[in-house]
């Protein structure tokens, strides 16, 4: 089946290229189009929000992305695409929860947003404690590993 999705907005920053660490600092602006601009009534009552968007850098290969070590790091387990967030997968979608700062018209300010410039956003949550966080979530070791300079 064939999904087609229209971006809302786009992603301006100072990062032009993918990183592996210390996303945590980075402060985005969300530039949401105009038509949507209404759409974002109520949204600064909430610390955080869920940040949805179109990796469009990301090309996903079979024979080297299916099977593979998390950021290519000798230390981590091959694992499949569907086992780890890498932006090279079958639909190359990122969702992230960041730090809402601001906003001001149909700009949404946020910190800790994983995305670089220019990145077609497709939707935006505010962010709900009792829905999205799971305190008794279960993780492997590696994965600690991987994201304890992430952010």
Not at 20 to 44: H, M, P
């Amino acid at each position: 089946m064939k999904i087609e999705f229209e971006s809302i907005g786009e992603v301006k920053n100072a990062v032009q290229n993918k990183k592996d660490t210390n996303w945590g600092s980075d402060v985005s602006q969300i530039v949401i189009d105009e038509r949507y601009e209404k759409g974002l009534t109520g949204l600064s009552e909430f610390s955080h929000i869920i940040v949805v968007y179109y990796l469009d850098k990301a090309r996903f290969s079979m024979d080297e992305h299916l099977v593979r070590r998390p950021q290519n790091r000798e230390d981590m387990p091959m694992v499949g695409i569907l086992s780890q967030r890498a932006k090279d997968r079958p639909n190359p979608i990122g969702i992230t929860s960041c730090e809402l700062m601001a906003v001001d018209g149909n700009v949404v300010s946020v910190k800790g947003l994983d995305a670089i410039d220019g990145t077609p956003v497709l939707d935006i949550k505010p962010y709900y404690p009792m829905y999205d966080c799971k305190n008794t979530a279960i993780v492997p070791e590696w994965v600690k590993r991987l994201m304890a300079h992430y952010f």
